[in-house]
């Protein structure tokens, strides 16, 4: 077998001190991802340090009404988790809609944020994939891409971000925090995922080295009042062929604030702003939402296999909108 | 005179005897066997869709820790080319590293021996094969050339054409259904060694005889010189005969004289141990306006490698469950670069039952007539095409039951009118099935001195609860209790038997079973109660028995019952119930028949809504073939499924078992299709019916209602 070396860390300076600058040297969390990405043969690295112990499994209450997640916090008890719950019911909803039981007791917070696409030629070593090795081309444009990108993509790659949970941190504003050896910093969301153009294979603005530490969300009053919704192809144990995280304040029938991101409709959880800007101040009405919808999807450039995920997409906006506006974040639907 | 009569063990609900050791572990799959000295095969496939081998560059691979020996077409013994075997001709792939031709992607073009998996695997991996690439095509299109109709794949009575022009009514659909791919939770593994000059074969499979018998004769072995036995098997489905890995092993194990195991990745399993080819079928349907049909023509086409004819004859379907003036079914096959397509559960029919039972809805729908209504006016007195009796036909039965148990009366005809919350409500109906086969089988059954029996029969049991159905039925046969019968099967030393498959292991080893046990009996009553040390042994083929059967129709059928919630502005289809009541003859354990028929259905809900393998025509070989990329159906989308029987007796037929492994797939993605329909307005006529399939039909009734 591919044999590597394997380090358990036990504090943060530790571990990235561990780590160094090793490009061969791959942290690891619930492993969920990168183990079976080692099975497969698409990552290879030389040393994995484990950082599942580390100190980072608090969900903790920040001084100004929002909250700070630690890193090694699992999809489990994020989900659980009260202050969560009450406070971004989306982001328990995304998590819960993610993975299954199993994977979800293992998958930590980091981990979540990078994990890779599974668009299915990247993980096949046999096919060329820009993003697994760059410049061998994206198969997928003319190939199988059902499940692809329709916005912020580009001829080198169409793969979507799979992660649930990262897009209703996207639609409140987290912020990544990360140590490097040359001290701590920090990414917002919108940040954290770079443009995807001719390099597909640069995912993050992380630098070399650094280790996410936790996710801070700000306080937002109008995330209370939240929802995730997610369709896949099967009822569960699947990813996302489009989702929205939706929060909204509506008061006399007028959008005070809202917040939309959606998933599975590019290289990252997309912010919707364009929509938001579109829904606030305006009527609170069916309308209005598909109209908030079109303004963000005007820039979609879908492919022939998933022009659906532009209906579908909008659809979703003005559902979740309607929901929330007539039964809160939970009922019914 | 007064008789203690003993209770029947048939019929009686019973656990399986080897369940304890599955659910506990205990029972041993085939790469679970420990051997002492065992090395491990792993197989390195083909990048490439099409072209030759230039070079296997080995010898650097040969130097990696561990590795035994590296075998290819350079170096592997030669094997006999000509066999033919119980089922016919082995599948192609069992002509590993004879030539330097690539057929296909994923053909196996070497295999790498080491000491332990992990070292083989790195080696294989490792092993740089270098190819002269021809261009390739795996295409299936419509209009694709070369299609032809293969050796009685056509039907005729009358004319379709004549009968068509004189309807009231015609329906002219097409439909297609995608590859897809047994994939058993067991991968397929084999461990092979030399033990005294005979060839041991630790396998999985569907009949160890036949695997045994096709081994000898392509290494040109005496067939007692191997022995395969396959204690339990995790599933198989069509997919476990004879394939590429077991060839391989033997190489191996020849070459190396120790024990060599090669067990297939999920991906290896996509790959070289066969699947179920797409299908594109037309189905035209002439009906008067009472429903009585005058035409029914049924075209189909699918996809077959460059190497062996391969026919999912889906126009079969017909030609049993309908009456009609005229008749034309015909199946193409279209050779294409890929690999062999195989059996895969009901092969035909459930591909050829979503068709037509699709298209049946559809003209009920166009006669205004209820769709079971439709099924009764043309249900057939005889064989429509052959005009042979029926053994037993309780198709109207089933719908009968299943329709009280559905409360279909109160079924407003009307699409697109039941909406609960966001979601549209839908139910729909199908028949279904299969043909009820017997073939000659060997059982022995010893008397033992303690008062027990062993029987003795190279049977499989792919998870079925065949083991279980067997011991009940001697247990009965010999008028003692189960627990003083043991089975023993999947031994290919036991003699010749048919293999798990064709719905039709319980009917054909039950029989062979019944008929030792009675022989035994007769013996006994002869020689008086005293039994020797060896025991009393009897052993009897049913061949002469399964002659003397009379030419009829013999099949089992049923009645599909769908309910579906459709999200039109997702396209979420989920399936809300599903019902399917069967006439399949006698039942002999009640808890596994229904098992087998639960499973069919969730195979059917899975093939409607999930299964998809999709190939990349740039490269010929698949996209996302793992299960990851390959959706069946999750816990969450199956409902609570309800399967049962009425009675389905024929006094003429010494066994009365018909088989329940496949009907339980058929018909069931038409029933959700039709209820998709019923839901929504739209007909969903290409499977699987995917979110963006209904979000399409969505935008495409907007722009008509606009």
């Known amino acids: 077998m591919r044999e ?9 300076p530790g571990a990235v001190a561990v780590l160094g600058g090793d490009p061969e040297a791959r942290y690891l969390g619930g492993g969920t991802n990168l183990v079976d990405l080692m099975k497969a043969g698409v990552e290879r690295p030389a040393r994995l340090v484990d950082v599942r112990e580390l100190p980072l499994d608090r969900v903790e209450p920040t001084a100004d009404g929002g909250l700070r997640i630690g890193a090694t916090v699992t999809n489990s008890d994020l989900a659980a988790h009260p202050e969560v719950r009450r406070r971004y019911p989306a982001l328990a909803q995304a998590v819960l809609a993610g993975a299954s039981g199993q994977l979800r007791n293992m998958a930590t917070v980091g981990g979540n944020l990078l994990q890779r696409t599974r668009c299915a030629y990247f993980t096949d070593i046999g096919k060329p994939c820009n993003k697994r ?46 140590e490097t050896a040359a001290g701590p910093g920090m990414l917002a969301l919108a940040d954290f995922y770079r443009p995807v153009g001719d390099t597909p294979h640069l995912e993050t603005a992380l630098p070399a080295g650094a280790l996410i530490t936790g996710v801070t969300l700000p306080a937002a009053p109008v995330a209370a009042h939240s929802r995730y919704r997610k369709v896949r192809e099967r009822a569960s144990y699947a990813f996302a062929v489009g989702s929205v995280a939706a929060a909204l304040d509506v008061q006399d029938g007028v959008v005070r604030d809202a917040r939309l991101a959606f998933g599975a409709v590019a290289s990252r959880p997309w912010r919707a702003t364009a929509a938001e800007r579109a829904l606030i101040g305006g009527p609170a009405d069916a309308d209005a939402y598909a109209a908030a919808a079109d303004a963000e999807l005007a820039a979609a450039q879908p492919l022939s296999q998933n022009t659906y995920k532009v209906p579908l997409i909008r659809n979703l906006v003005v559902a979740l909108l309607t929901e929330l506006e007539q039964h809160g974040p939970e009922g019914a639907r | 005179m007064t008789t203690t009569a003993k209770p029947d063990a048939v019929g009686v609900a019973r656990t399986r005897i080897e369940g304890r050791d599955k659910v506990t572990g205990a029972a041993r799959y085939a790469s679970e066997i420990p051997f002492t000295e065992l090395a491990h095969g792993w197989l390195v496939l083909s990048t490439i869709a099409r072209g030759r081998i230039r070079a296997i560059d080995d010898a650097a691979v040969r130097a990696l820790p561990g590795v035994l020996t590296v075998l290819h077409h350079g170096n592997a013994p030669r094997i006999k080319d000509d066999v033919i075997g119980a089922l016919g001709r082995p599948d192609p792939i069992v002509e590993v590293f004879q030539h330097d031709r ?16 992990e070292q083989a695997r790195e080696a294989a991996e490792a092993l740089v094969v270098t190819y002269d690439e021809e261009p390739h095509d795996v295409s299936f299109d419509a209009d694709k050339e070369g299609a032809y109709v293969p050796q009685d794949a056509e039907t005729v009575k009358g004319d379709v054409e004549a009968e068509l022009a004189a309807s009231t009514v015609v329906l002219d659909a097409a439909y297609t259904t995608p590859e897809q791919h047994h994939s058993a939770m067991e991968p397929h593994a084999v461990t092979v060694r030399w033990d005294g000059g005979r060839l041991e074969v630790f396998d999985s499979n569907q009949g160890s005889k036949w695997v045994a018998d096709d081994l000898a004769n392509l290494f040109s072995l005496d067939l007692s010189a191997v022995r395969v036995r396959s204690e339990h098997v995790g599933g198989a489905f069509g997919s476990k005969g004879l394939r590429s890995h077991h060839v391989a092993a033997v190489m191996a194990a020849t070459e190396l004289q120790r024990p060599v195991r090669i ?35 049924h075209e189909n086409r699918s996809m077959t490698s460059t190497l062996r004819e391969f026919v999912e004859g889906s126009a079969g379907f017909g030609r049993t469950m309908y009456d009609s003036v005229a008749h034309h079914s015909v199946d193409r096959v279209v050779p294409a670069d890929v690999g062999t397509p195989t059996w895969m559960r009901a092969p035909g029919e459930a591909p050829g039952s979503f068709a037509v039972e699709s298209a049946m809805d559809e003209l009920a729908e166009k006669l205004g007539m209820d769709p079971i209504a439709l099924r009764v006016r043309n249900e057939p007195t005889a064989g429509p095409i052959s005009g042979l009796p029926f053994s037993s036909r309780n198709l109207l039965a089933c719908f009968e039951e299943g329709a009280r148990r559905f409360g279909w009366a109160d079924r407003d005809p009307r699409p697109r009118v039941r909406r609960e919350g966001n979601r549209l409500i839908g139910t729909g109906v199908a028949a279904c099935t299969f043909p009820s086969g017997a073939a000659p089988s060997t059982a022995s059954v010893t008397a033992e001195p303690d008062g027990t029996f062993t029987v003795r029969i190279t049977a499989a049991d792919v998870g079925t609860g065949a083991r279980t159905a067997l011991t009940v039925l001697a247990a009965d046969a010999l008028d003692t209790a189960p627990e003083r019968v043991h089975v023993r099967i999947a031994d290919s030393d036991f003699g010749a038997a048919w293999v798990a498959g064709g719905s039709m292991g319980t009917r054909s080893w039950g029989w062979a079973v019944m008929a030792a046990a009675r022989d035994l009996r007769e013996q006994l009553t002869l020689r008086g109660t005293e039994i020797p040390a060896a025991g009393v042994t009897v052993t009897t083929n049913t061949a002469e028995l399964i002659a003397q059967l009379a030419q009829k129709e013999r099949y089992a059928f049923g009645a599909q019952f769908a309910e579906v919630a459709v999200d039109v502005t997702t396209g979420e289809v989920r399936v809300t119930r599903l019902l399917g009541v069967f006439a399949a003859g006698r039942i002999v354990n009640p808890l596994t028949a229904r098992s087998q028929l639960v499973g069919g259905m969730t195979w059917g809900l899975s093939m409607a809504l999930h299964e998809e393998a999709v190939r990349d025509e740039t490269f010929g070989s698949h996209v996302g073939a ?4 390959y959706h069946f159906a999750a816990n969450a989308d199956v409902p609570v499924i309800e399967a049962d029987w009425v009675p389905d007796e024929d006094p003429d037929d010494p066994v009365g078992i018909k088989g329940v492994g496949e009907i339980g797939i058929v018909g069931t993605a038409a029933a959700i299709a039709n209820a998709v329909w019923h839901a929504t307005g739209s007909r969903q006529r290409h499977l699987p019916i995917r979110p963006d399939r209904v979000l399409l039909a969505e935008a495409d009734r907007a722009g008509h209602d606009a």
């Open chain 2, 102 to 117: 690539v057929p296909h992607a994923g053909w196996p073009v070497a295999l790498v021996v080491a000491g332990t998996s």
């Open chain 2, 263 to 297: 067990a297939l990745t999920r991906r290896q399993v996509f790959a070289i141990t066969g699947y179920r080819s797409p299908t594109a079928q037309r189905v035209r349907l002439g009906a008067d306006a009472d429903g009585r049909l005058r035409a029914f023509a």
């Open chain 1, 4 to 12: 590597f070396g394997y380090e358990r860390a036990l504090d943060v």
């Open chain 1, 133 to 178: 090795v760059p410049g061998s081309g994206c198969p997928a444009v003319a190939g199988e891409h059902r499940n692809g990108a329709i916005l912020g993509a580009s001829e080198h790659c169409v793969a979507v971000h799979p992660s649930d949970m990262g897009v209703a941190l996207a639609a409140f504003d987290a912020v990544v925090t990360y």
């Open chain 2, 626 to 629: 793992d299960f990851a990329g």
